[in-house]
């Protein structure tokens, strides 16, 4: 056996029943990795060998006992740093809170260890989950596995990035507006927003909490399907109230297209597929996207997303009153950074000036405004009225098919420094925007690399909401009609990484 | 002297508001979190990452605390909306965690009640209007207040400051935070100014404190602070259009201070309008040593606390069923069971009244007239029909409450009849009640034991007053030259004949039987 880059969860989990591979010995080599990786790419904050190895001898045991293992017993995973674990620093790439202990285990968190998983340590992200290029976090930007000059997407990049490199299997980010999917696309690993209300966000530090998910990032779409179902298959979780009771069966529908019962019937939005600043190399893996999904046997209907258009300025005026919101607690009385003053009006001013980013301070400013009682019916409440048609048009769109076929991202990974304008910025999450508006779930899947630019390239599938079930079947099918007919792995470790440490023993 | 208020106030109209916050001390656990309520913990013991707003940690409503307040929108005439949300609340403060408060915004629980008072005859003369409203049997009057809605919200935490004089921020060197209270379910009743005066705003929230310690939604304690009373109050002429500006009062934690804080703004803004001087509008602080009000803040503008309804918590929803379900539930309430005590029982006004306000007094009274006697009734010595104990009851529960301890039910029961009886008198059962409150022991056996039992024998009795008389020939004397007072010397010699055992109400009745008839 070579590398532990080569496992997906599935293939960790089962080595590790059969006890062909311990579970030290992955969580040795998984951290081997990452220190013979991680220099280059700066994808973790913090790297917990004390929590990997313990969680790892606790699956080592129970297997001796003859307990039975959790489904991702030894599966070695990362988790971006807006979640919370006991025993690690959750800085969500702050200033503000640099340092900061938890004080407790996100839900999330506590059900992929319960289901055996073997923490790994915290990822680099956009600082509070703002950005879309991990360029704005406090303590430095991740690179792109791919490209070193070119930046893994974000805010989740340091997740990404980890799992494209072969620094993790499995990978926990966040998406409020893509923040999942966009860097899952730049660095060509899956990366899936669960329907809004699946996942705990107990935990979370929230930045919208009507649009945040936790979702899993891996390697191939069963990996993220298994993950979703550690995450979200215990049912909802009491302590966070938008939690449903939606069925969660995630695995349901991933046997071969053959097992369905009727064909897929696959969604186009010419709307989204020939949007402006769409670039050449993504143009042409939505169209590889179309061939291999028709030679699953799909069918493809012509829709209209008629509001998609509104999507960005709706969503950013909502984001940016709950990020305000949700922030505010940011003073440094009870934690993080503190910049005295004689007053504690000048207290507050002073520790959120310095422990904010410019991105950070931006998005508040802007929340502070548009929730301001002059602006609040004029920009507020008319976008809600924008999200409520958003949701409509996807709900009637997906009543007529099994997905929608979209971009994640608009362009292949940029080079840092290139979108140093934030309306630039913001415009690269046109595509994924919509779903955090309405709730529905989405996913990006790896197509390969693109002819133009060498880098990873990407569809995005978008499904009904509370059928996960069904998007990751659908999903399922394009990364095996992908994998047939570019005869490829569904998504490979960045070949600079590859076999870089993480040796497992024969 | 300053002016008195009823002066003040046929000149002009006071309109009166109040903010009612109320704890919701009858619950578990807090408004958002499972933290367990707690008055007198530790400092920071009773606390999570929910109350702590630690940053990840997520509010889950307390359901019971939602059903509280629609049951006591229900008791106070309000409609229970079938959806309401909770709202954000921004103001950066160290007391409020999460540095915004969670409160709701404009569709609150309930919406739109009304409760009715009634003032007393005295209280009548400070409105001019009283002739004109529905007037209550002694002589008083009947006002309807409206409520415009009842909501639920967090309490803050507790800030101690120290170093400054008197625990207040001016002058303190440091402040000390317990987040014990942050997230204490509070209940907001906000009602139309409709009062007109201090004494019905008094009234109000004693009426209000009766019914909610009736539901048994809290300890409405204004000295502990779990029930608060903001009080607003304008002047403008009678039957103006408009109101005129007003002044807020936050935090006036008792019932003299809300009286006596609404007196003095009433004097202060007739002073300054009657100089033909304008009101400010302020928040203005009651002080009630120096007796006055002085400005806390002047509002310029309009405060801007960015409201916004929260995405953490799903809506508010209750059912028909539910609400009916709540309706069916509600206690008598104190001003139905006062008038029931009076109809039905034919108990005083007075006794009455403080008997159904005052839930454990209540329970106390109904307990003790459903006390079955413990000596079998016989044909000779009959058990007297609770009815009939009632007036008697309802006197040693308001009258006669013990020095230490309290009664139980079956003692009440057995002083009542000992009175009833005249086995004992008014000031004799004070001592007794003294005595029994802190052991339990039965009042009969005690006075029994204790040779208490007075004398009500007729005929023994007249007796020894037919001794007396006869050798008495000087009161006897001058009693009938019109000196009637030394009736109250020959019941004197009366008990000191029959060995203090004798009833003295029935000496006096047969002293007085025989003198009249003597002297005719």
Known sequence: ???????????????????????????????????????????????????????????????????????????????????????????????????????????????????????????????????????????????????LARVPGGSSGGSAAAVAAGEA??????????????????????????????????????????????????????????????LAGGGPDPLDATTTGAPRDFLAHLGPAADAPEPLTIGLVPRLLEAEGLDADEKSALSHARHVLADQGATFVELDLPHADAAIAAYYAIASCEAFSNLARFDGVRFGAQVGAPTLA?????????????????????????????????????????????????????????????????????????????????????????????????????LGLGPQSGLPVSAQLIGACHDDARLLGVAAALERGHGASASAEPAPVAPAFLGRGGELPA | MSERIQDILS???????????????????????????????????????????????????????????????????????????????????????????TTQGPVAICMGGSVEVELDAETARERPDAPTLRPAPDGGYVTRIRIRRIHLEEDAAKMVHVGGAEGRIAGATHSLIDYNRAGTPLMELVCEPDLRTPAEARRLVEHLRQTLLALGVSDCSLEAGSLRVDANVSLARAHAPELGTKCEMKNLNSLKSLHDALAFEVRRQAALLDAGKAVRQQTRHWEPTSRRTIALRTKEAFDDYRLFPD???????????????????????????????????????????MIAADPALASLFEAALAVTPETPATPEAPATPARDLATTV???????????????????????????????????????????????????????????????????LASVVDDVLARSEDQVAQYRAGNTKVVGHLIGQCMREAGAAGNPKLFSALLRERLDAQGA
């Open chain 1, 1 to 147: 056996m070579a590398s532990v880059d080569q496992l997906t969860a599935a293939g960790v989990a089962s080595a590790i029943a059969e006890g062909a591979l311990s579970a030290v010995e992955v969580a040795t080599a998984a951290l081997d990795a990452i220190s013979a990786r991680d220099a280059d790419l700066h994808a973790y904050l913090e790297v917990t060998p004390d929590l990997a190895l313990e969680a790892a001898r606790r699956v080592d045991e129970r297997r001796a006992a003859g307990e039975p293992l959790g489904p991702l017993a030894g599966v070695p995973f990362a988790i971006k740093d807006n979640l919370q674990l006991e025993g690690t620093h959750t800085t969500c790439g702050s200033r503000m809170l640099e340092g900061y202990a938890s004080q407790f285990t996100a839900t999330a968190v506590s059900r992929m260890l319960a289901a055996g998983a073997v923490p790994l340590g915290k990822t680099n992200m956009d600082e509070f989950a703002f950005g879309s290029s991990c360029e704005a976090s406090a303590f430095g930007p991740t690179r792109n596995p791919w490209d």
């Open chain 1, 169 to 230: 299997t499995l990978a926990l980010g966040s998406d409020t507006g893509g923040s999942i999917r966009q860097p899952a696309s730049l660095c060509g690993v899956v990366g899936m927003k669960p329907s809004y209300g699946t996942v705990s966000r107990y935990g979370l530090v929230a930045f919208g909490s009507s649009l945040d998910q936790v979702g899993p990032l891996a390697r191939t779409v069963r990996d993220a399907a298994l993950c979703l179902q550690a």
């Open chain 1, 346 to 446: 000048e207290q507050t001013s002073r520790t959120r000036a310095a422990g904010f980013g410019a991105e950070a301070r931006r998005r508040q400013l802007l929340g502070a405004y548009l929730l301001s009682s002059d602006a609040y019916e004029r920009y507020f409440t008319q976008a809600q009225r924008i999200r409520r048609s958003i949701a409509a048009d996807l709900s009637r769109a997906l009543s007529r098919c099994d997905a929608i076929l979209a971009p994640a991202s608009p362009t292949c990974a940029f080079g840092f420094g290139e979108r140093s304008d934030p309306v630039r910025m913001y415009a690269s999450d046109l595509f994924t925007v919509g779903c955090n508006l309405a709730g529905n779930p989405a996913i990006s899947v790896p």
């Open chain 2, 11 to 101: 000149r002009w109209q006071a309109s009166i508001g109040l903010e009612v916050h109320v704890e919701l001390t009858s619950l578990e656990t807090k408004l958002l979190c499972g933290c367990t309520l707690s008055r007198n913990a530790e400092p920071n013991t009773h606390v999570c990452p929910v109350c702590l707003g630690l940053p990840g940690a997520l509010p889950v409503a307390n359901r019971e605390a939602v059903l509280a307040v629609a049951r006591t929108g229900l008791a106070l005439g309000c409609a229970v909306e079938r959806r309401s949300t909770f709202w954000r609340k921004h103001y950066f403060y160290p007391d409020m965690a999460k540095n915004f408060q």
């Open chain 2, 311 to 353: 995405p953490d918590l799903p809506p508010i929803l209750i059912s028909d069923d539910v609400v009916e379900r709540l309706r069916a539930s509600l206690p008598e309430l104190p001003a139905e069971k006062s008038a029931r005590y009076v109809s039905q029982l034919g108990l005083r006004r007075r006794e009455a009244r």
């Open chain 2, 394 to 460: 309802a006197n040693v529960i308001v009258n006669l409450r013990p020095a230490h301890g309290c009664l139980a039910a079956a003692q009440v029961r057995s002083i009542a009849q000992l009175l009833h009886d005249e086995a004992l008198t008014f000031a004799q059962a004070r001592d007794v009640i003294d005595a029994v409150a802190p052991t339990g022991e039965d009042p009969a056996r005690y006075v029994d034991a204790h040779g208490l039992r007075q004398n009500s024998d007729r005929e023994e």
